[in-house]
């Protein structure tokens, strides 16, 4: 072996060493990068020694730059990832339901209800006064509109959770894309190289966001190409190429519905309410909302069928039999909160309303009504209105607490999971330190060893002269 | 716990803590601050569904309240004006049986007349007394006075039609009136159209309770009510709704009814609070004395010095004076059931209002010891994360 092939050795060993300290400096700078996955160099011997003809040839260089991930951590975050997204939506909804229905402090629905009981019995105890003529008719209208209020603002949560949708389905058809563009480019450079590995780690980030949209499964396939699949099969990336989701228009609701672009096929049963935002948004757009407008509705049927039956019975001020006292606004309309009105005729002369059981203007007739207030006229019988309020009441209340512990503890698993991922592809600035420094040892010793064979040379070379 | 810690693990778990010491802090806060321990449903689902129900009762208890409020003042005027009432046949059958003794003369008889003439209209104004506009013994007819200045005949009022209604054509009655008691007919028609497709039911008792429908075509005929009296229709177009009353009286002086008034004291508790001006003043009363004839009959027979005549009145002035007793004890009695219910309803309005409190209202002493110790824990906090990250290897190195 020659002397000056002992000056490439030195040479590798100092490329090698700055090449360590490159991806040290890299790791150390993106020490607070999101995502980042740290990258160690792996060095390894080369050449050989041969004792007999007395040549050696061995020296160092670099076999690859390692990711440091932990795979199935990977997965169970994404995972996890669609069961925190979910309960985020659930638990920021809820809780918005919950202020339309905010009882804690009086004054709401319940209050109005209670009033409008209490003028009846008013009118009940004077049937010819002028003045509780018009506080039942003012009462009445207060609580129409609080029942109009109340649907209103829950069907513009609706929309707003149809807004979110269509925002949630344009966000997945983006990262589809991107995922199926960071395929091709991870496929065309070598697989070990640290751009590889810079593009892994945006993927690793974009398929998180995924999983934490839409309910779906992942396998990395051949030539590092990662797919991404639909519970159903339904494939959104396969390889280079990505499916995207389209809006459709429903069959009978205002609101748009998911569906799989190329075979128009709608997801509604694919995207449950626990797995990623768009599931947990349909659910709460199509179950959770309506479940709470049908109640309202219910009860505000039910208080606009019992009151008119009760006073159609009755004699007004004039001895006319009474008419409807609550009416719908479209007439036919069945969403009966949101429509529910008091019927101009008594709006514009409130001596129409009913309060008499006989033509003598007694008032027997508005006593009757008032005590529908204790009257078992909803669920069946079983209830009166304010029990069923109140149900309604406690099971938001049970429902809101349930989601915000379950959000809890999701966001707790999730935290772990990501300390569990950072203690293995996270960046220590201590451990990136002992690199340097150990690096920085090599590549001094390196370079000793240069000046070590520039003497041997000069001692050869003195030999000559 | 993993064997790398690194650095990020560090600021996320310090941030995550403070972040979830800050939350549980501003939670204390909020309760402190509100003096609630009910801030939003979810805080306490069983305990928000209970207030509903809580606050709906207190706010019946208020309503059954003002219920009785409302009565309060009837019936303490309905209880003077009826022992005045009372007083005043005292006075008369005072004179009664004076006159009626032989020692009373033509004059003193005639001088007791106008007395009782006196006492005559002083007790007519007293049963036609008023309360904010409402005739306190004209039964549930409280816009009518209930008694006449003289008495009347069996008599009936003219047929009307409601002001609503769609048949615009001539109503009549005939007949005489034959009930004992005085009535409101009403006519409903249940399906429209003209007399001879449209059908009808009667009432006897002001609209309260429906006889069966008619036949079709029958309104083209004589439509008979009872008690001797029948209604006729010319010929029109009826609408479903249309309704006719006609009033009719039995011979004396009453012209309200026997309906009563009632208020709700709670539920399925009703009280009449009212008495009738025929249960006090009428031969319809529990002492079957018309007590304005009585007083008109003994004027008669002190006018026409009639002594036998003036003893016979002497007995009805007894029970007429029993019959308005009766109605005073029936008011007493309906008062102290009132004033018993109102304690009750006292009662039960505070265990409310401490069964809400219970619910809704935090403990303060309880708070305080609670945002002291979460202080501890915010300050214990910052602490950890100001120091976290003074030790690295970076200090050893020159």
Redesign the interface.
């Known amino acids: 072996m020659s002397i000056s092939s002992l000056l490439n050795v030195s040479k590798d060993a100092m490329l090698s060493y700055q090449m360590a300290m490159d991806v040290t400096g890299g790791n150390i700078s993106n020490?607070?990068t999101a995502g980042y996955t740290r990258q160690r160099t792996v060095f390894a011997a080369s050449g050989n020694v041969n004792a007999l003809s007395a040549s050696a040839q061995l020296s160092v260089r670099i076999e690859k730059i390692e990711r440091q991930f932990d795979s199935h951590t990977e997965m169970q975050i994404a995972e996890q990832a669609q069961r925190v997204g979910a309960g985020d939506v659930k638990n920021e909804m809820l809780?918005r339901v919950?202020t339309v229905?905010?009882?804690?402090n009086?004054g709401k629905l319940?209050?109005v209800?209670?009033?409008f009981?209490?003028s009846w019995?008013?009118l009940?105890?004077?049937p010819?006064g002028q003045v509780e003529r018009d506080a039942l008719s003012s009462v009445a209208q207060e609580m129409a509109g609080m029942f109009n209020s109340y649907a209103d603002q829950l069907y513009s949560l609706q929309q707003s959770v149809n807004d979110s949708v269509k925002g949630a389905v344009a966000d997945i058809n983006d990262y589809t894309t991107e995922i199926a563009s960071l395929n091709r480019q991870i496929g065309q450079i070598s697989g070990t190289s640290g751009e590889a590995n810079r593009l892994l780690d945006e993927r690793t980030g974009l398929l998180k966001k995924l999983c934490g949209l839409i309910n779906c499964q992942y396998i990395e396939g051949a030539n590092g190409a990662l797919n991404v699949y639909l519970t159903n099969g339904q494939s959104l990336v396969e390889g280079e190429i990505s499916h995207e989701l389209a809006l459709m228009k429903s069959h009978d609701g205002d609101f748009q519905e998911v569906a799989y672009k190329e075979s128009g096929e709608r997801l509604n049963g694919i995207l449950t309410a626990e797995k990623g935002e768009l599931g947990a948004y349909l659910d709460i757009r199509d179950r959770a909302i309506p479940e709470y407008r049908d109640k309202l509705d219910d009860m505000a049927g039910t208080i606009r069928q019992e009151v008119n039956k009760i006073h159609r019975q009755g004699?007004d001020a004039?001895?006319?039999?009474g008419g409807m006292f609550f009416t719908t606004d479209p007439e036919n309309s069945t969403s009966y909160a949101r429509d529910l009105t008091l019927n101009k005729e008594i709006l514009a002369d409130p001596g129409k309303i009913a309060a008499?059981?006989?033509?003598?203007?007694?008032?027997?007739q508005a006593?009757a009504v008032?005590?529908l207030?204790?009257k078992l006229i909803m669920s069946d019988g079983q209830a009166t209105i304010?029990?069923f309020?109140?149900?309604v009441?406690?099971?938001?209340?049970?429902d809101?607490?349930a989601a915000?512990r379950d959000n809890d503890y999701q966001h707790n698993v999730m935290?772990q999971l990501?300390?569990?991922r950072?203690?293995?592809s996270?960046?220590?600035?201590?451990?990136e330190?002992?690199n340097l420094?150990k690096y920085q040892m090599g590549y001094n010793t390196a370079g000793k060893l240069c000046q070590v064979v520039d003497e041997m040379m000069d001692t050869l070379m003195s030999l000559v002269q | 716990m993993s064997i790398r810690i690194t650095d990020s693990m560090r600021y996320n778990t310090a941030v995550g803590n403070m972040f979830t010491i800050q939350r549980q802090y501003s939670e204390v806060m909020d309760k402190l601050a509100s003096q609630k321990r009910l801030n939003r449903i979810s805080d306490d689902a069983i305990g928000s569904s209970r207030l509903v129900d809580f606050r709906k009762t207190q706010s019946d208890i208020a309503g059954y309240q003002n219920n009785i409020d409302d009565t309060d003042s009837w019936l303490a005027m309905t209880e003077s004006t009826l022992t005045s009432g009372g007083d005043l046949l005292a006075k008369a059958q005072e004179l009664a049986v004076s006159q009626a003794s032989a020692t009373a003369s033509d004059s003193s008889r005639k001088s007791a007349a106008s007395n009782v003439q006196e006492i005559y209209e002083q007790l007519l104004s007293l049963a036609n007394t008023r309360l904010g506009g409402r005739y306190l013994f004209s039964g549930s007819r409280t816009d009518v006075q209930p008694f006449t200045a003289s008495a009347q005949g069996a008599r009936s009022d003219d047929p009307v039609g409601a002001a609503g209604n769609a048949y615009a054509g001539q109503v009549t009655k005939a007949g005489t009136y034959t009930g004992a008691q005085n009535k409101t007919y009403v006519v409903k028609i249940v399906a429209g159209g003209t007399e001879n497709a449209a059908t009808y039911c009667v009432s006897k008792d002001g609209g309260k309770n429906w006889g069966a429908e008619s036949e079709a075509g029958a309104l083209a005929e004589r439509v008979n009510l009872g008690d001797g009296m029948t209604m006729t229709f010319a010929t029109g177009d009826f609408a479903a709704g249309d309704v006719f009353i006609m009033r009719a009286y039995a011979a004396g002086y009453y012209q309200g009814n026997g309906e009563d008034l009632s208020v709700s004291l709670g539920k399925n508790a009703n009280a009449v609070y009212n008495i009738t001006g025929e249960a006090a003043f009428t031969d319809r009363g529990v002492g079957s004395v018309d007590v304005f004839q009585v007083l008109a009959d003994l004027k008669s027979a002190l006018d026409n010095n009639q002594p036998d005549e003036i003893a016979a009145q002497t007995d009805k002035l007894q029970a007429a004076q029993e019959q308005v007793r009766v109605a005073i004890s029936k008011c007493g009695s309906v008062a102290n059931r009132m004033a018993m219910a109102k304690n009750n309803l006292d009662d039960l309005d505070q265990n409310m209002a401490t069964m809400i409190s219970a619910i809704e209202d935090a403990d303060i002493a309880e708070l305080a010891t609670q945002v002291a110790a979460k202080q501890v824990a915010l300050q214990a906090c910052y602490e950890v994360a100001a120091r976290i990250q003074n030790n690295t290897i970076l200090n050893f190195l020159d």
């Not at chain 1, 004039?318 to 039999?321: F, Q, T, Y």
């Open positions: 020490v607070n809780q919950e229905f905010d009882e804690t009086g319940s209050d209800i209670s009033r009981w209490n019995d008013d009940a105890n004077n010819s004699f004039k001895g006319n039999l008499a059981a006989s033509v003598a203007g007694d008032g027997e006593a008032a005590a207030k204790d304010s029990v309020y109140a149900s009441i406690g099971q938001l209340g049970r809101v607490a915000s935290s990501t300390n569990q950072e203690g293995i996270g960046v220590s600035i201590d451990e330190m002992m420094i």
